[in-house]
DNA sequence: CGACTCCTTGAGCAGCTTCAATCGATGTGG
DNA sequence: CCACATCGATTGAAGCTGCTCAAGGAGTCG
C-alpha cells in the first residue's frame, strides 16, 4: 500500500490468475507480530497478501526507521533485488499469504501467465512508490496525513451510508514512520481533521470519514 | 539513479544481452532539453539509457515538482502502469537512447532473455526506490546531499589520485527536487562539505571528493 | 560589455520535532 | 468489581531545521 490516488477502485485482490493459483502453494497464516522476513534474508518465495496487512519496514544503523510499505490484500510482498531482501516484514493482524517460489521470477515456474503477473504487479509497484516518494519529497505533514486516510479510505473502506468507516491496523508511529513524520505530529494532524469535522474518531483504531472528498482535496493541498 | 549505498560497483551498462540487443530498434539520440514523453502519454515505448542522462519529474497542480530519479546509462526507462506514464522524462544532456516496444513487457517480443531482464531491471528499480524513500522520510538535508554525492561519486566518478572527480549535469534545483529540498539548502550543504574539506567545487558541475569515506559516512548520520 | 541564468549567502520565519505531562483504553491482581 | 499498572495516543511548550524572501556573485552568451 503507497499512497496512490487513483480513481479507479482496486482490481480484484485474489490470486494472480486462475491459473496462477493452480500453480501456488497453499496459503499460509502468519500471526499478529510475527516476521515473515527479515532484511538481508535470502529471498526464497514470494507472497501475496490473501488476507490481513503486512509493514514492511527499512532501518538506518542509528535507529531511524521507515515504513516502506503496509502489504494489504492483493498486494505482492517479497520482490528480492540481488537475491535478498531489503525489508522486514510483519504482521500487524493475523494474516493469510499466497507463496509462490523465487524461481517464478526467473521462468515462471513454467507457467508464462503467472510471470507475466508477477512482472505487472512490479511495475504496480514503482508507480506507486513514486507517489509516495512524491508524497515525501513534497507535501506537508497534513497533506500527507490527508493523502494517507484518502487512500485507506477509497480502497479498503466500508460504506455507511453518506459516511464511510476505515480500522487502522497499525499504530500512530507506523503511520508515522510511513509519512516520515513523528507519532506528535500525525496526532496532531488527527486531531485537526476531526476538529474540522472530516473525520471523526472511535476510539484510535476506527476512524469515519464524514468528508471523502474534502480529505482528497487535503491531500493534493487544496486548502 | 536513486539513492543506494551499496559496496559493488555498478554492472556493465551496455545491452541488457547480447540477444536483448539484437532484438531492439537502433538506438535514437535526445538532444539537450528535450522531452522523451510527458505525464499521461501513453506508453509505446521502453528505454535503455546508452550514454547521457535523463530526469524524470512528476508535478502537483499546484506546481510542487518531484524528480523521482535520474536516468543514467544502463538505467531503463519508461516502465509503464495501467499504460500510459506516470512521469516527465527530459535529457539534462544529449542523450543515446536503446528502444523497446512495450509489448516486450508481455511476451518478451518472443525474446523470453529480454523479458527476463526487464523484470531484473524493475526489481531492481524497486530496490532502489525503497533507498530513496528512506532517504526522504528520514535523513537530514546534510544527509541526502551527501547520500547523493556518494552514490555519484561511486557509481560515475573519474578516479583522479586519491580523488575523484563527478560532474553534475543537472542544476541545483534538480537536485533539490530530487533530494525533497530547496536549492537554497542544497547549496549551503556544498558550502558546508567544502568547508569541512570533504569536496571541492570547480564551477557549479564539476566536483572533487577529496574524502569519499568521510562522505559515506556523513550519508548514513555518522557525524 | 551587458544581460541573463544559475548559484551562493544572509536574515527572519514557519513547521515540524523534541521533551514532557496527561489522558484513555486495556488488562491484571486483589 | 474496583484499584492500579501499562502502553499507546493526545496535548502543550520550547527549540531547531529547513524554508522564504532578498541581495549579491559567478559564469555564459549575445
Chains 1, 2 share one sequence.
Not at 500471526?31 to 529471498?43: A, C, N, S
Not at 517479497?78 to 500487524?92: M, N, Q, R, S, V
Not at 510511513?178 to 472530516?198: P, Q
Amino acid at each position: 500500500m503507497y499512497i496512490t490516488l487513483s480513481a479507479e477502485t482496486r482490481p480484484d485482490p485474489g490470486p494472480l490468475t486462475h491459473d496462477a493459483a493452480n500453480r501456488m502453494r497453499p496459503a499460509t497464516l502468519l500471526k499478529q507480530g510475527r516476521h515473515l522476513f527479515h532484511e538481508g534474508d535470502e529471498v526464497e518465495r514470494i507472497y501475496q497478501v490473501k488476507t490481513g496487512v503486512v509493514r514492511l519496514t527499512r532501518m538506518l544503523e542509528d535507529g531511524r526507521r521507515q515504513v516502506i510499505a503496509f502489504g494489504y490484500p492483493g498486494d505482492i510482498i517479497g520482490f528480492p533485488a540481488d537475491g535478498c531482501h531489503h525489508t522486514d516484514c510483519e504482521a500487524l493482524v493475523d494474516t493469510t499469504l499466497n507463496v509462490f517460489r523465487r524461481t517464478a521470477l526467473d521462468h515462471g515456474d513454467g507457467d508464462p501467465e503467472l510471470h507475466v503477473a508477477l512482472l505487472k504487479a512490479a511495475l504496480k509497484e514503482i508507480s506507486e512508490m513514486q507517489d509516495h516518494v512524491m508524497m515525501l519529497g513534497r507535501k506537508s505533514a497534513s497533506e500527507r496525513v490527508a493523502s494517507f486516510l484518502a487512500v485507506i479510505t477509497q480502497r479498503y473502506g466500508e460504506k455507511m451510508g453518506s459516511h464511510r468507516r476505515i480500522s487502522l491496523p497499525m499504530p500512530r508511529s507506523d503511520i508515522a514512520d510511513f509519512l516520515g513524520l513523528t507519532t506528535e505530529t500525525v496526532s496532531r494532524a488527527f486531531s485537526a481533521l476531526r476538529n474540522e469535522g472530516v473525520i471523526a474518531l472511535n476510539g484510535a483504531q476506527t476512524i469515519i470519514v464524514m468528508e471523502s472528498a474534502r480529505l482528497q482535496q487535503l491531500a493534493l493541498g487544496d486548502d
